[in-house]
C-alpha cells in the first residue's frame, strides 16, 4: 500500500518561498500520477498542481506562474516549490498520488499524506 510523506511546510511572510517535498513509500515504480492540493477550513479542497508519469505538468490559476510542481523519479519523491506566496496561500497542504494513472491526471486521487501546514503572514 503506498504511503504518502509530506514535509516543508511552515510559516512565511508575504513574498516569500517555501518548499514542499512528498515522499512515496510502499510503491517502486514512481512514474505515476502525482500533485498537490490545499484546504482552507470551511472550504473544498483545491487542486493546484499535478504531474504525470512523463513529467507534464498543469496548475491551477491560483498558482500558476508562482508554484512549481517536479519530481525525483529516480527517488520517488514530488516537490512544490512556491514563491511570491500570498496570504491567501495559507492551508493545510496535501500530497496526493493515484498509482493505478500514468497520463490524464485528474485531482481525483486514490492515496494521500497527511498534509503539512503553510501559513503566510502579511
Known amino acids: 500500500q503506498v504511503r504518502l510523506a509530506e514535509s516543508g511546510g511552515g510559516s512565511v511572510q508575504a513574498g516569500g518561498s517555501l518548499k514542499l517535498s512528498c515522499a512515496v513509500y510502499g510503491y517502486d515504480y514512481s512514474k505515476f500520477c502525482m500533485g498537490w492540493l490545499r484546504q482552507v477550513p470551511g472550504k473544498e479542497r483545491e487542486g493546484i498542481a499535478a504531474i504525470d508519469g512523463d513529467g507534464n505538468r498543469g496548475y491551477s490559476s491560483s498558482v500558476k506562474g508562482r508554484f512549481t510542481i517536479s519530481k525525483d523519479f529516480v527517488k520517488n519523491i514530488l516537490y512544490l516549490e512556491m514563491n511570491s506566496l500570498q496570504v491567501d496561500d495559507t492551508a493545510m497542504y496535501y500530497c496526493?498520488?493515484?498509482?493505478?494513472?500514468?497520463?490524464?491526471?485528474?485531482?481525483?486521487?486514490?492515496?494521500w499524506g497527511q498534509g503539512t501546514q503553510v501559513t503566510v503572514s502579511s
Open positions: 496526493a498520488a493515484d498509482v493505478s494513472r500514468y497520463a490524464s491526471c485528474s485531482y481525483d486521487f486514490t492515496s
